[in-house]
DNA sequence: ATATATACTGATTATGTAGTCATATATCTT
DNA sequence: AAGATATATGACTACATAATCAGTATATAT
């Protein structure tokens, strides 16, 4: 006869939460919130509980904070797996809406996934969409850890990952018609002569640019920085200057002052973007490996029109 | 920003823990024992706390008994397989016996694993070993919701588990020197002459040899109906019959008195043995993965050398 | 050295949960 | 209808946990 799972006095629902806020957050004051030094010192006597109880330190000092131990952050990996199923458990028996969660890069957010989501979204299931704007790395992260049920990448692989395909989304140069009344002859000709805005981080797009121009002894006028996508779009929207954006910001657009062209021999070709999710956490419900199997089609289908 | 994800009151680890021994024993009063009113009393409330927290029933009347409902299957199999990984949690970070739970027949237990398991200890883990004697379809019901880590059968295939072949386990006729000198010519020919100890069900072994009986005209001596193979070898080894048990069951008898021989015109060829896991169990688990190949090296061994 | 941020400790209260009892209700058996 | 079996309910106690407060300890920054 299987061993009894009997439960130890000092492990409790919550207490098991508190490791996992405490996890994600990196501290016990930033899990807590700033201020509130009654949940700090709660927190700190909650852990401490479950450290008794196991036997085992799950967190250690580190400097003047706190970190997770080896057998911590197995705990707490395993708890966040478990405290996310029994909320979506929870959710579902409710009729509430479920719950998914969705990281991606700012563009695609914006200009792929929230103007398709209409058709994704299924009579049976109403689903909240919690949105991240994060880079590759965090979104490999929290894939694997199960803080994100879905992501958006370009050519990310990793062995305890799936993922699949959607398409190819070039990024092409949007010029305002106020700057330059009608297409150029190339990219770079464009480039060279109009005030250009670009973003501020080191991303492809940007090197790729540079790189042109330098090639071509071109001195591009750069004189916008922008933090996002978006931003980078109002930009363009306001006269101010040309930019590089996906296609598919071109819905952004008044089509009759904003006119774009390819950046064919500028940009290296991108990957193609693919949606990953982590097996272990669509193993857990059936609406998640429904709403993939939709996510895909839409998308790749958005993709493959460019509407 | 994820949702976060926040407890009810409630609902805690002990009334959850209620809801899966009541969903494994079926009943109440079964998972409360028999006699003990105040813990039935206790059950119950238990069961209706939750379902006021979840807002759904979980369990409804069947008759005079209970039975859980749809949801409340669903809620008591996510928390079998939390509570599971939190009791391995606790037992690996104490350094305590790692428990793996097997099921087989109880020939394979007796005579393949027991003699066997040995070998498959390591050092790094101590590992407690629950049996469970059961008949394929439970081992497969046990394996799907995770009440058993491993099982050995002949041929089970399923879409949600995983299988390996282990070997070929022929069942021969054993015979005491006693009630027979020398080596019969066939055993059809033992069979037909001697006093013969057959397992009571309706297993497939008794099945063969009772139709191979009926085509050859001859009318067995069936003196003994046993309950176990373990009873069956105790006959034989009183020199009371003969009888069919795995050939390496040779290991309980004392060669100079117990001779066997092969049924091969008359037992149809057994499927191989297998043993079989659910990868979500061994996905919580790398000790359990770890234990997977040696259990498998061990016995494929053991019935390759039939040692 | 001082200030600040973070975490730890001990004591205390409020609240939630486990555990028990007596009894009621529902279902099945005879 | 009466008895047996299984579950449900309400009232209560004992206990565990959450929540709060005041004060201490430790590392980092200035």
Redesign the pocket.
């Known amino acids: 006869m299987p061993k009894e799972v009997l439960f130890?006095?000092?492990?409790?629902?919550?207490?098991l939460q508190t490791l996992v806020r405490?996890a994600d957050k990196?501290?016990?004051?930033?899990a807590?919130g700033?201020d509130?030094?009654?949940?700090?010192?709660?927190?700190?006597?909650?852990?401490?509980?479950l450290e008794i109880?196991f036997g085992r330190k799950l967190?250690e000092?580190?400097?003047?904070?706190?970190r997770l131990t080896p057998a911590g952050n197995r705990l707490a990996t395993l708890m966040r797996e478990h405290l996310l199923a029994l909320s979506r458990f929870a959710d579902e028996v409710n009729d509430e809406a479920f719950t998914v969660r969705i990281g991606a890069g700012e563009s695609t957010l914006n200009w792929l996934l929230t103007p398709n989501l209409a058709k994704v979204d299924s009579p049976s299931l109403r689903v909240r969409w919690c949105f991240s704007t994060l880079h590759a790395e965090d979104i490999h992260e929290r894939l694997l850890d199960q803080r994100l049920d879905f992501g958006i990448v370009r050519g990310l692989q990793t062995a305890r990952l799936k993922l699949e395909k959607l398409g190819t989304l070039e990024n092409r140069l949007f010029i305002p018609l106020a700057l330059m009344p009608g297409p150029p002859s190339s990219a770079l000709e464009a480039i060279a002569s109009l005030p250009l805005a670009l973003l501020e981080d080191g991303s492809r797009t940007r090197r790729d640019i540079e790189n042109a121009c330098l090639r071509e002894s071109l001195k591009p006028h750069l004189l916008y920085e922008c933090n996002t996508a978006t931003q980078l779009a109002s930009v363009i929207a306001n006269n101010l200057a040309a930019g590089p954006l996906p296609e598919l910001a071109r819905a952004q657009f008044d089509r009759k002052k904003v006119f774009d062209i390819g950046l064919g021999g500028i940009l290296k070709k991108d990957a193609p973007l693919c949606l990953v999710w982590n097996p272990r956490t669509l193993a857990m419900s059936s609406s998640l490996e429904t709403l993939r199997q939709s996510l895909t089609k839409v998308l790749s289908t958005a993709l493959r029109t460019k509407a």
Chains 1, 2 share one sequence.
């Open positions: 130890q006095k000092g492990v409790s629902m919550n207490r405490v990196g501290s016990i004051s930033a807590a700033q509130d030094l009654a949940r700090q010192s709660q927190f700190s006597h909650q852990l401490k509980d109880s967190t000092r580190r400097g003047r904070t706190l």
